[in-house]
Nanobody
Framework: QVQLVESGGGLVQTGGSLRLSCAAS????????MSWYRQTPGKERRLVAA???????HYSDPVKGRFIISRNSAKNVVYLQMNSLKSDDTALYYC?????????WGQGTQVTVSS
């Protein structure tokens, strides 16, 4: 059974930083992409950043230049360094892991940015 456990969320002031972590465990198989998504009440879950097994990264426009995604492939851990946080970044952040045949989600970690 695959399990994704996120950590690092919390309350931060505008302009501050947070670092999210997501550790994957279980029978993962060949991991292709690890990603972070976020969701606010009443809205759909949206991609924030993704990183492939060879280290290629992709960022959504709202976070480009502020967030950095990285991973420790040997430990199946993905990180999201979030800098210059804004109130619009307030959301429930989810970790996602894709293999060649499956798609897994974490339980989410809340990030709240206060002004």
């Amino acid at each position: 059974q695959v399990q994704l456990v996120e950590s690092g969320g919390g309350l931060v002031q505008t302009g501050g930083s947070l670092r999210l972590s997501c550790a994957a465990s279980g029978s993962l198989g060949a991991v292709n992409v690890m990603s972070w998504y976020r969701q606010t009440p009443g809205k759909e879950r949206r991609l924030v950043a993704a990183i492939t097994v060879i280290g290629n990264t992709h960022y959504s426009d709202p976070v480009k230049g502020r967030f950095i995604i990285s991973r420790n492939s040997a430990k199946n851990v993905v990180y999201l360094q979030m800098n210059s946080l804004k109130s619009d970044d307030t959301a429930l952040y989810y970790c996602n892991l894709k293999t060649s045949s499956s798609d897994y989600w974490g339980q989410g970690t809340q990030v709240t940015v206060s002004s």
